[in-house]
């Protein structure tokens, strides 16, 4: 447990202790969506006290004997996200730095942030005809809010395009990857971690390993199993949009655990003014609460967009499989399905999901696979086609603009319209 979500439920503790409810009995946490008035009537009937709320909805702690389907239909546990485990590894599963620096290349300018030119001319970039497309647009004016485990403020490659998001699992409000309790625990706390994820992140290898005081706390293997992965996605987008600010939202610990709670009010990067949230995670069962946070956010303008997940399956995962969401399913470079991809008929789109060279913590670079990997792209061409004054039917766009794939009969029709084209869509 986070100390983080230790620290609701102390306070919640003495909220409750307050309310009458007997010290002695366990608790549990509960999200209501309601009105203040459906508040009052669920408090009277069960004496419930409030630990936290965004607009319309209401974290709170109640009797765990209590059943919470008898408290209405608003009402559901504050369940953690379980996530997929990927069943599958990919040839970037390396952990040796050395071996990979070649790929990197020297520093060069990304419109204004510097970089290693090997992350902004990757394979990825000419599969999907990004550079044509950067000389239409870039991003300008967006912002990209990224669900995940915060971001490394202080990489160069970053620095100039991050906006303050929130920390909702951390000890400040800053959402840094490095302000994290699973980052604080000692070398073997880490090592005996549950070998669930609840990201869709696959194997990960650092490009980059210079002697900094980050890689020398923690070898590569020592590290939690999400540590770098909200940083890596940031870099991702910036690689697509390069003039759209992120926005991160810290809503999972390093080692990978998160709440529903928690990821519904990362959602309300609505009222942060973001136009583009990106959710490389993904659970295999859905949440009515958390559709309806979605649903909000998409009716005020916003695009989400999710991973499909990680266990080359097709059975729907959540929340890339609500309507009003974006579903991203990863291909190899030779478009086709990665061997870890989910696939299925709520496939939107399809993008190039493995050995993508981005940012990691520390200043460093960091080669990934996965359909976590995958989304940014997607979540950057949002952008790109935002920044270029398209309508809000740019999903359509994306969607109708991608190439269309030559897959075998088991996945045709179940990777979306295709992988993504950002030339052709940002030009229509």
Known sequence: MSLARVRVWYVALLIVLSA?????????????????????????RYGVAVVDAVPGYYLLAVSSSVDTHGMGPGVEDNSPL????????????SNTASANLSILGGTVDWFGTPARAGY????AVGKIQLNN?????????INVAIIDTGVDYQHPTLQGVLLGGRNYVGRTPVPSELDDPAVAQSTTSILDQSTTSILDQSTTSILDQSTTSILDQFSLNHLPGGFGHGTMMAGLVHLVAPRAKIIPL?????DGTGSEWNIIRAIYAVAMNADVISMSFSATQGSKLLEAAIHDANSHGVALIAASGNDNSQDPTYPAAYAAVSAIGALDLNDQKAGFSNFGKYIDVSAPGVNLISTFPGGHWAMGSGTSDATPLVSGLYALLSGHGAPASAGAKIDNSADPLTL??????????????????VRK
């Open 250 to 254: 810290k809503a999972f610990d390093a």
């Open 20 to 44: 009458g409810i007997a010290p002695a009995q366990s608790l549990k946490q509960v999200i209501l969506q309601g009105s203040a008035q459906d508040l009052d009537n669920i408090r009277s």
């Open 408 to 425: 075998p009969a088991i996945y045709q029709g179940k990777l979306g319209k295709g992988r993504i084209n950002a030339y052709e869509a």
């Open 82 to 93: 379980h996530i997929q485990k990927r069943t599958a590894t990919t040839s970037a599963a």
């Open 133 to 141: 497309a950067l000389n239409l647009s870039t991003g300008t004016g």
């Open 120 to 123: 902004t001319t990757q394979p």
